[in-house]
């Protein structure tokens, strides 16, 4: 009401001359804005006006930086009042709340006030949202008074850098976005079983070995912070009002440590760096003190690089099978009075917790820390679900909602609307200790997130999410769709390679009409302005390289190498395809046991030619859930037969092994069957390695049928020390290769 009166009584002073302003395009919304009179122009003869203190005349800077390199306008920094046109910032106790600040702006005086510096700094992010996105004509921000305060404390957003490496830039930049939109906690996820990221002066194996692995195809791939990076990284994000919380991983997703020090296990046994996903057997032995002084020494340095009062240690997904077979383990769990595994990881979290606490570090951890009873002082993030939130806070833990806002989930599954429409806080128990409830986190976990689509993942979506926590009170999607649009000339001019709102950037599907030999590959774009390029020859396409819309037709087999780019940049890492020429192509198949429908493709994936990539959600690979595979296929003619062969995939952490067996047999009729030959196969359910197995049936004489048949049995159920036990495992395979 107030802001309508104002913005008529403008109107009735100026006469037509003054258009209403235009509508705020600020994120997150802020709690209150109104429009004022008139304009502040910027001029040469603009000073910025700042507290004295260091901290204040560094916001000083960064206004007075961020200014320049926005609208190339060079203001002066002063630390004593000045005259004239100006913009002020000033320590205002009256304004309440730790991170609330005033931002008024009015002819000749822009006000930036706050109680302290973090809420000076946020107000100086607004006033650059004020500002036109880049170099413009127009320097002139409309009068406007906003009074402005989060809801939630802890806005965060974790970045996985263990999975797949991200460099010190890729990380700063990420800051520089998540403080303008005051996302005030960088979650590090600093170690975890594919790579151990950070330099530890008295343990230089962790990076000389866990740093590094071996992918699938032989190549090497990793990399790591050395401290001096690390205290870079945790200085930049200060200067810009972030908190950099590390988090070292344990008891479990220790793969990568294990592998540099193998004595940290219970069964000491050499592990390599997992280049595959799930969750892996070796953990850190409970059992052992060695393994409490190696963690101790860790954290020792850890504390001192990170000056936030919070280490946050993982604690998720903790198979414990070798402390149940460890004989120290198991002395530790008696001597303790311990029940169960589940006593021993609280046992094991707790002293972790004694260790930082005296430090004066607060213990983070996912919700597993529940597990066995936690400390009322730690701190839970809940990622499993509302049950575990539940529990956190009856416990007496304080708590951060992680679940609803997994980044790494696809786009088209999680889109920018339907995570700003997500109330994570709705929960009647939250409202019962609301003291408790800290915040968020929006996690980036990177399996399958590289530096290529990082950003892509995160933007605009972090978006929504900062203005949930600011600005639960704003819900009017239409609008923050509106002031979304509004950032992305601001983005583009940083080269931020965000994402589309609401599809992924790329969605492939190969196949193969047998009417007309003819393979197409359909790519679904995210953007118009997304091309598609391509090679043949197994090279990764390049900007020069041919360009296809929405579909490409090939007549012939071989590899196609597809890469989106947009802007002239490389968006996504490339994909190939390989087509492989043989008798079974598009020929009418049949399985006896229908396929999981989450992984089935088409009807005739197993005979399209097109084999699967190291992905097994590629829509390449055919799945059986707990029963064997039995396809058919009918070659429409008696043909001479030379080989058959099938691929199957072993990733234990997904629950998907090797088949006990493969039986061979042919048919003339389709009725009576001439098996021909059984290849048993060694399976190791506890190999965690990601292994595409080849069986093949090689024709020892001539052998001539019109029919075909192949079975492989089914592992069974997943076994002991298997974090799925008692589950049914699965079959995948991706092709039948008839020559
Ligand atoms: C988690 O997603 N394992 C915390």
């Known amino acids: 009401m107030r802001r309508l009166t104002t913005l008529l009584l403008g109107l009735a002073m100026a006469g037509c001359a003054v258009a209403a302003p235009a509508p705020s395009t600020i994120i997150p919304q802020p709690q209150t804005i109104q429009a004022g009179q008139g304009t502040f122009v910027f001029g040469r003869d603009t000073r910025i006006v700042a507290p004295a203190d260091p901290r204040g005349r560094e916001i000083g800077s960064f206004l007075r930086d961020a200014i320049r390199a926005q609208t190339g306008l060079v203001l002066h920094l002063k630390n004593a009042p000045a005259k004239g046109s100006r913009i002020e910032l000033r320590i205002d106790p009256s304004v309440h709340g730790d991170e609330a600040y005033r931002l008024t702006v009015a002819p000749g005086r822009i006000t930036i006030a706050a109680s302290g510096d973090r809420g000076l700094f946020w107000g100086a992010q607004t006033l650059l949202q004020l500002l036109p996105p880049r170099h413009a004509g127009t320097r002139a921000i409309p009068a406007v008074r906003i009074d402005d305060a989060p809801r939630y404390a802890w806005r965060g957003v974790m970045l996985d850098v263990a999975r797949h490496f991200m460099p010190v830039p890729l990380v700063k930049q990420q800051i520089d976005l998540l403080s303008r939109y005051k996302i005030n906690v960088l979650h590090w996820h600093l170690t975890d079983d594919q790579g151990w990221r950070i330099q530890i002066q008295k343990y230089p194996r962790l990076t000389r070995v866990g740093a590094w692995r071996t992918e699938a195809d032989g190549s090497r791939s990793g990399g790591f912070y050395t401290q001096q990076q690390v205290r870079e990284v945790v200085e930049y994000a200060r200067a810009r009002n972030v908190m950099v919380v ?260 790329v969605d492939y599907q190969l196949s193969f009409n047998p009417q007309h030999l003819r393979w197409r590959l359909r790519a679904a774009r995210g953007f118009d302005d997304v091309q598609l390029r391509y090679t043949l020859d197994g090279s990764e396409p390049t900007a020069q390289s041919p360009a296809f819309g929405d579909v490409l037709d090939r007549y012939a087999p071989g590899t196609i190498r597809v890469a989106p780019f947009r802007h002239g940049v490389p968006y996504l890492p490339s994909q190939t395809f390989e087509i492989v020429d043989n008798r079974a192509l598009g020929k009418p198949v049949s399985y006896r046991i229908a396929p999981d429908p989450r992984y089935t493709g088409t009807p005739a994936q197993l005979v399209d030619g097109v084999v699967g990539t190291d992905d097994f959600r590629d829509g390449l690979w055919v799945g059986w859930k707990g029963s064997d595979m039995e396809a058919t296929v009918d070659l429409q003619q008696p043909m001479a037969l030379h080989s058959i062969q099938l691929r199957f995939l072993q990733q234990s952490g997904s629950w998907i092994l090797l088949p006990h067996r493969v039986d061979f047999a042919v048919s003339d009729d389709g009725k009576a069957w001439r098996a021909l030959q059984s290849i048993p196969i060694v399976v190791d359910p506890l190999d965690m390695r990601a292994t595409v197995h080849a069986v093949r049936f090689d024709a020892p004489a001539p052998l001539t049928a019109r029919y075909l048949r192949v079975t492989a049995q089914n592992y069974g159920r997943l076994p002991a020390g298997h974090d799925g036990v008692g589950q049914p495992a699965y079959i995948f395979t991706d092709e039948i290769l008839v020559q």
């Open 246 to 505: 590390p988090e070292i991983e344990m008891p479990g997703h220790a793969s990568a440590a294990i592998a540099a020090y193998p004595s940290l296990s219970c069964p000491r046994r050499p592990v390599p760096v997992p280049a595959s996903w799930g969750v892996f057997a070796d953990i850190y032995c409970v059992g052992d003190e060695a393994t409490f002084a190696f963690l101790h020494d860790v954290l020792d340095e850890v504390a001192a690089l990170f000056p936030a009062p919070y280490i946050h240690i993982g604690g998720d997904e903790v198979p414990k099978q070798q402390w149940l077979d460890s004989a120290p383990s198991q002395a530790r769990m008696h001597d303790e009075h311990l029940a169960d595994g589940e006593g021993l990881q609280s046992y094991f979290i707790k002293r972790i917790q004694r260790d930082l606490a005296a430090r004066g570090k607060t213990l983070v951890g996912w919700d597993e820390i529940l597990e066995g009873g936690a400390d009322p002082q730690a701190i839970v993030e809940m990622w499993r679900g509302p049950a575990e939130a539940r529990k956190a806070l009856a416990n007496g833990n304080r708590l951060i909602v992680a679940g609803p806002f997994y980044l790494d989930t696809p786009i088209d599954k999680l889109t920018l609307e339907d995570l700003y429409r997500t109330d994570a806080f709705a929960d009647p128990a939250f409202a019962a200790h609301p003291g408790q409830v800290l915040g968020a986190e929006a996690p980036l976990w990177s399996e399958r997130v590289t530096t290529r689509n990082a950003e892509a993942m995160l933007y605009p979506r972090v978006l929504a999410f900062a203005e949930r926590l600011w600005n639960p009170q704003a819900h009017d999607y239409a609008d923050f769709q509106r002031r979304v649009g509004a950032q992305y000339p601001w983005l583009d001019a940083r080269h931020v390679a965000y994402g589309p709102e609401d599809r992924d950037l």
